[in-house]
């Protein structure tokens, strides 16, 4: 009797054991999660319910734009978000001291892609790869071969000094970029009767006719000369590489600066006359800002820049130029015919230590998807798109149709837009030293431009003395 109890209490366990195996296999990846809750059987918006993240913006268009559609992303993922918004002039340095600290936050940061030549060697930002590799961890529609390959291609690097963008990993997703090309006032050009220019003979020909268009304070073209690193990635390294010119070559495990190559010097003087024959009396101190304020006051004819620094001009009240104001591509030298045009984008990327790397993830998907960038374009007045399909829907057409030649300058610059600089960490000393070396050379302080470029590349070539390159 007492041996047939323990049978049936021996059976009884066994059968237990099997049913709690059932229940597992069947439950199978379902039921399993990473660190921060992701299922792995599918993609899925509520993945990471009840996450809080911690987002780190600039002041800017795009985190406006991103701000006042949090509440439906919670809505839609159950994720908390808290951010900060800080302006750009103190920006990045709060956001290195963060990431320097290894906590964690912010889980989420916008960037440039210059910044991401000091951040991704430092290990601050995680390889998105590893979720854009996972079906379960990307929405059916995301779509990343919609991003136009140039915009996507420059948040994309191999971690090795010397070696352009495009290849490697991929460390942040633009939520808009810019390109550079050349705005003009088709009202004070129409009361001249002068064309648009296509060359930069003939830019620098329209800046001799434009001085003091409409009287003392008013000039013909704006562009960036502050003494830091913003004056020579716009307007400058556009026409640069459009010259064939090279900021640096790899030679022998070294970069070596090419500012004094024959292409470079013929660049500058050009860029030096049109500065002498057409920029701003104070020059020397014009930043993004002042150069957009002026042409939207009328007292600047052009304007060489980012595209959007015109576009933020243009809406009916947004200045006194407002309706008034135009695109073209940017001028080329004389027998050219390719255009290359220097890329910014801002972007965002995840914070390597991140503990929440799922909500991350799927908070950098949400804001850099076709849906809400086309929401962006049409109602919070950002631009430009870095996806193919909300380029050429028909909303944001009939947005971007209402400046005149927006459309064409976007689709004749996009094919060649893309980083035209040398990946390389000390990209903001080098190119805040060049930026003073052009201002040195417009206040004569040397005897040519070839001086002036000789010199500069001594200083450069110091400056990245201690960059391994391959």
């Known amino acids: 009797m007492k041996k047939s109890k323990n049978l049936k209490i021996f059976v009884s366990v066994l059968l237990i054991l099997a049913l709690s195996m059932s229940l597992i296999a069947c439950s199978g990846p379902a039921e399993e999660a990473d660190g921060d809750g992701a299922a792995a059987d599918?993609?899925?918006?509520?993945?990471?319910?009840?996450?809080t993240l911690k987002v780190m913006f600039n002041q800017h268009t795009y985190a406006e734009a991103i701000i006042k559609k949090l509440p439906e992303?919670?809505?839609?993922?159950?994720?908390?978000?808290?951010?900060?918004?800080?302006?750009?002039?103190?920006?990045?340095?709060?956001?290195?001291?963060?990431l320097n600290s290894r906590s964690g936050d912010p889980d989420l940061f916008m960037t440039g892609a210059y910044q991401i030549?000091?951040?991704?060697?430092?290990g601050y930002t995680a390889d998105l790869d590893q979720f854009l590799n996972d079906p379960n961890m990307v929405a059916p529609d995301y779509n990343?071969?919609?991003?136009?390959?140039g915009i996507i291609g420059g948040l994309r690097w191999d971690l090795k000094a010397g070696h352009k963008t495009g290849s490697g990993p991929l460390w942040a997703l633009p939520l808009g970029f810019e390109s550079n090309v050349l705005a003009y006032n088709k009202r004070v050009f129409d009361e001249m009767g002068?064309?648009?220019?296509?060359?930069?003979?003939?830019?620098?020909?329209?800046c001799k006719e434009l001085k003091e268009f409409e009287g003392p304070g008013t000039y013909p073209l704006a562009i960036r000369g502050a003494r830091n690193w913003g004056t020579i990635h716009p307007g400058y390294m556009t026409t640069y590489s459009n010259y064939g010119a090279v900021d640096f070559t790899v030679e022998d495990g070294k970069l070596i600066s090419q500012v004094n190559s024959p292409e470079a010097v013929a660049m500058t003087e050009m860029w030096v006359d049109l500065i002498k024959e057409g920029g701003a009396p104070s020059w020397s101190s014009y930043t993004w800002y002042q150069a957009g304020a002026d042409f939207g006051a009328g007292k600047a004819a052009m304007l060489f820049d980012a595209t959007c620094n015109g576009y933020f001009q243009n809406p009916e009240g947004a200045s006194e130029e407002a309706g008034n104001l135009a695109w073209v591509a940017p001028p080329l030298p004389e027998g050219k015919t390719e255009i290359n045009a220097n890329l910014w984008t801002w972007s965002m990327a995840i914070n390597e230590a991140s503990k929440n790397k799922t909500a991350a993830w799927l908070f950098l998907q949400y804001f850099t998807s076709a849906d809400?960038?086309?929401?962006?374009?049409v109602e919070g007045n950002c631009v430009d798109p870095p996806r193919k399909?909300?380029?050429?829907?028909?909303?944001?057409?009939?947005?971007?149709?209402?400046?005149?030649?927006?459309?064409e300058t976007f689709n004749a610059t996009v094919p060649g837009t893309t980083i035209q600089f040398t990946p390389q960490p000390h990209f903001f000393e080098t190119t805040?030293?060049?930026?003073?070396?052009?201002?040195?050379i417009v206040a004569g302080k040397y005897d040519s431009v070839q001086d002036a470029m000789d010199q500069l590349k001594v200083k450069m070539d110091g400056v990245v003395e201690d960059v391994e390159a391959e």
Do not use: R
């Open 42 to 51: 599918g993609f899925s918006w509520d993945m990471a319910s009840g996450s």
């Open 73 to 98: 992303f919670t809505e839609a993922t159950g994720i908390e978000v808290e951010y900060s918004l800080t302006p750009e002039e103190n920006y990045f340095d709060k956001l290195t001291i963060a």
């Open 117 to 122: 030549w000091e951040y991704a060697p430092a």
């Open 144 to 149: 990343v071969d919609d991003f136009y390959e």
């Open 194 to 206: 002068l064309t648009p220019p296509t060359t930069m003979e003939e830019l620098l020909a329209v």
């Open 372 to 377: 809400y960038q086309k929401w962006s374009i």
């Open 389 to 407: 399909s909300v380029f050429e829907s028909q909303e944001v057409q009939d947005v971007l149709a209402s400046n005149t030649g927006y459309l």
């Open 432 to 440: 805040t030293e060049w930026a003073a070396t052009l201002q040195d």
